[in-house]
Every structure is written in structure tokens, then in C-alpha cells.
């Protein structure tokens, strides 16, 4: 039996590799590097199955002209990289990787709110120098994070998973959430609040909406001012919900604390001033970065591109 044509537009861990490798005859061996559009393109109209990360630009143009493709599997659980509209049009199927993810995501959130709010980075770096000269009572000097209040931004798997991490922390938490949510099931402890009331009362901000035109720039100068001076601002959800320019100038002028981020408006490029910022702990785009989500997350991918293949639904179709 012929075997599916696969274009994978990044190498992907090993164990994905083998079942790929055994399942699938490739466009071409992938290397651990963003394709050009002209390359994305050219191995997209050459193959019956595509795993696509969240780098890859899909659209509307692309979609038209890969005529052959019947699913873009994206390694990712969001997919505001392909124009689903063109796709719908089309009928191509787009899937995503939800769940597998979810813990390593919320897990990095925490390691990033608990490097920005007691300098960690900072103190690594004075470490790692020489010129530490020994313990002092007003040496990089933090803020606790226990008790404080806890608001998150988005409350679907990844902001949950965040909140229940809390508990140790003894953490009241608020949220805020885009769109209805059975929510009976949530602890009562866990208190919905509107938008502005969230900013206003919670010590430490963190983003797990998705992007949408609604959630583009979600957080901007307005927004920052509504937070109080004390307060710290983490995204591990997605860069253009956060207008960089204004965490800039916020941040210069104390309007906040802090800052912990995992993305940027404009990746891989990041203003050239949050660099300058220590208050700022910046991270590659590392929420999913575990051997066990990144297998998974392949998996997920093969397991959605076979049930097409054998004309069967998708079990993570998007819509």
C-alpha cells in the first residue's frame, strides 16, 4: 500500500520521528529551522498531510494552492497562524494539540512568576560573575509571593491548571474569561471578576487567552495604568495580546513592577528595550518546552492526520 505524503515543516522529537519515518513517505527530510513562505508553500502543495508549527504563516494564498493537502495538523494548541476561513472554504481540515500541554505550560508559568518576582535571573547572573562580594541585608531585595492575589486571564485549561497550582501559595484567585463558562465545577475560593476590576485588584496578571482580533493588544497603556505599581505582568499565552511599546514605557515610568514573558508581539524579534529592563525575565517561547508535551503533542498530530487518512473524523478538528 502506498504510503501518505507528509511535509513537516520542523523536526519534531525523536520518538515522533520514528512513527513518522515508518508511517509516511516525507516531501522531505525537515531540519530544526523556520521554512521560508516559498519553501512552506512548495512542500505544502506536495503533500497529502502537514504538520505545521505555530511559526508557519498559513494563508489564504497557500491553502488555495495546496490543492492536494486534506489536513494541516498545527503543533499547537492555538492556530492563529492559519486562516481558517480560507480553510474552511476549502475544506481542509485543521487540528490542534489541546491537553497535552496544559501542565508543562502551567508549570512554566509559575517558574516564571516566581524568577520575576524574586530576581532570579539577577541573582544568577551576580553569581556567575566574580564579583559577588557575599550576603547583604538590601541585595536584590523581592517581593513575596504567598497570599498575594493571583489574576488570571483566560480561564480555559491552561488558566485553570495555573489556579490549582495556587493552593500552595495560599493565593486568592480572580479571573476573567472572554467567553460563558460553566463554572460550577471551579472552587469557590476562585472569584470571577469584569476585566478592569481584575487589574485593579490582583498583585500578579497572567494572560491565557487566546489571540484573537478581540484579544490583540488586550493589555495596553490603558490597561497597564488600571494595575497597580506594585504588580507584576506574565504572558505565556500568545505576544500581540500585549502592546510591547506600552510594557515598555510602563515599566520605564513604574506604572508596574515587573514583567515575565514566554512570548513577543513580533517573534522571534523582541523590543530592543525589554532587553534593557531588568525588571523583565524574558524566556524563548519555552510553555510546551518538555520531551514528554513535545512527544505528545506529535502524537496528537499523527493520531488526527491517520483518522483523515482513513476518512475517519478528526479528533482535534478546529473550527
Aim: with cysteine; aromatic share 4%; glycine share 8%.
Amino acid at each position: 500500500m502506498t504510503r501518505p505524503t507528509l511535509y513537516l515543516s520542523r523536526l519534531l522529537p525523536d520518538p515522533v520521528m520514528v512513527i513518522v519515518r515508518d508511517r509516511f513517505q516525507l516531501v522531505q527530510e525537515p531540519v530544526d529551522e523556520l521554512p521560508t513562505p516559498s519553501a512552506l508553500r512548495e512542500g505544502l502543495c506536495q503533500a497529502d498531510a502537514a504538520i505545521v508549527t505555530l511559526g508557519d504563516r498559513i494563508d489564504a494564498e497557500t491553502i488555495r494552492t495546496a490543492t492536494r493537502l486534506k489536513i494541516l495538523a498545527n503543533y499547537a494548541v492555538g492556530y492563529n497562524n492559519v486562516d481558517l476561513a480560507a480553510a474552511r472554504q476549502r475544506g481542509l481540515i485543521v487540528t490542534n494539540t489541546p491537553d497535552v500541554l496544559t501542565d508543562a505550560t502551567a508549570d512554566l508559568t509559575w517558574a516564571l512568576l516566581l524568577a520575576t518576582a524574586r530576581r532570579v535571573v539577577e541573582g544568577d547572573a551576580l553569581a556567575r560573575s566574580g564579583s559577588w562580594s557575599g550576603w547583604s541585608p538590601t541585595q536584590l531585595l523581592g517581593a513575596e509571593v504567598s497570599g498575594k492575589t493571583l489574576g488570571i486571564i483566560g480561564m480555559g485549561r491552561i488558566g485553570q491548571a495555573v489556579a490549582r497550582r495556587s493552593v500552595g501559595f495560599r493565593m486568592p484567585v480572580i479571573y476573567h474569561t472572554g467567553k460563558p463558562l460553566a463554572d460550577s465545577s471551579f472552587p469557590c475560593e476562585w472569584e470571577q471578576r469584569s476585566f478592569q476590576d481584575l487589574l485593579g485588584e490582583a498583585d500578579i496578571v497572567t494572560i491565557h487567552a487566546p489571540l484573537t482580533p478581540t484579544t490583540h493588544h488586550l493589555i495596553g497603556a490603558r490597561e497597564l495604568s488600571s494595575m497597580r505599581p506594585t504588580s507584576l505582568l506574565l504572558n505565556t499565552a500568545r505576544g500581540p495580546i500585549v502592546d510591547e511599546g506600552a510594557l515598555v514605557d510602563a515599566l520605564k515610568r513604574g506604572t508596574i513592577a515587573g514583567a515575565g514573558l514566554d512570548v513577543f508581539e513580533q517573534e522571534p524579534a523582541i523590543h530592543p528595550e525589554l532587553a534593557q529592563l531588568k525588571q523583565v525575565v524574558l524566556l524563548p517561547h519555552l510553555g510546551s518546552a518538555t520531551l514528554r508535551a513535545r512527544v505528545q503533542m506529535g502524537m496528537v498530530c499523527l493520531k488526527n492526520i491517520q483518522a483523515v487518512m482513513e476518512g475517519r473524523s478528526a479528533p482535534n478538528q478546529v473550527d
